[in-house]
């Protein structure tokens, strides 16, 4: 993560004009360089054709992979995968193209530095006000995104997660997908629980006058932030990312200590 890369973000969105969009699931993607630098700083390398629109980026300890397309033939752009490890299981994640940025780097900020708590990943959600039907769904106030844990099979027990903003829809059927999000059934509860955190929050996201939003129903309003103010909370988000995942580093290399070994003082023998 260098200092031109970190002037490259500043000199755009200093240029712009910032405007509350909310909700946050219509929002739109933003900037991706809120998921990319917050890796970077965290140590992990670009692996991937610097002249390619793919990016693609590995952790230190080269377990996690994400992997940014915006060419896919498919509906996801970022994939993120765990390998599986002696201690650990692989998992998987995918999201799709209007993902906002910034929720997705709530998910990626926690597998950097992981939160001191592990709340429950609905704690956040039914805190919000987003309503919980019998079934586990969850929906926005809005009723555009949705919430859902989804087993397997009827065989298995162990749940992935499912969330997906649509276009409103007539009764039972529902509109056209905007966006989605598949966390498999092995993604750890904390990254899910910061993933949902930063969905669900109420604060407004900022974006450009011209920025691309998720739907025309996304509320846009002058933002009380000066644009160097956006900047700023950026470079100090990934100073403090830098500064967290240095100290983890440290901790995961600090040899464990050693117990002193105790010897009982023996009487001089006499002569």
Request: with cysteine; charged share 25%.
């Amino acid at each position: 993560m260098s200092e031109r890369q970190l002037a490259a973000f500043a000199d755009k969105h200093a240029r712009q004009i910032p405007f509350d969009t909310s909700p946050r699931h219509l929002a739109g993607p933003g900037d991706a360089r809120h998921v990319t630098h917050g890796l970077a700083a965290a140590g992990w390398s670009a692996v991937s054709d610097p002249l390619s629109a793919e990016i693609v980026l590995r952790s230190p300890d080269l377990r996690h992979r994400l992997q940014f397309d915006p060419q896919s033939a498919t509906s996801a752009w970022w994939r993120l995968r765990a390998e599986l490890t002696d201690k650990e299981p692989g998992w998987y994640a995918e999201f799709g193209e209007l993902v906002p940025a910034e929720v997705l780097a709530g998910f990626t900020d926690a597998l950097v530095a992981p939160p001191p708590q592990q709340p429950d990943p609905w704690q956040a959600v039914t805190s919000a006000g987003w309503y919980r039907d019998s079934g586990g769904t969850a929906y926005s106030p809005d009723s555009m995104c949705h919430i859902e844990l989804r087993p397997l099979s009827e065989f298995s027990d162990r749940p992935s997660w499912h969330v997906e903003t649509r276009e409103p829809g007539h009764g039972e059927f529902r509109g056209p997908r905007i966006w989605h999000a598949y966390l498999d059934e092995r993604t750890p509860a904390h990254l899910v629980g910061s993933f949902l955190t930063a969905l669900v929050d109420r604060s407004p996201l900022q974006r450009g006058m011209y920025d691309r939003t998720g739907h025309y129903s996304a509320v846009q309003e002058p933002s009380p932030l000066r644009p160097q103010q956006v900047v700023d909370a950026h470079t100090a988000r990934i100073e403090s990312l830098r500064a967290r995942a240095r100290s983890t580093r440290r901790q995961l290399t600090r040899p464990a200590p050693t117990l002193a070994k105790t010897h009982t003082a023996q009487p001089a023998a006499r002569r």
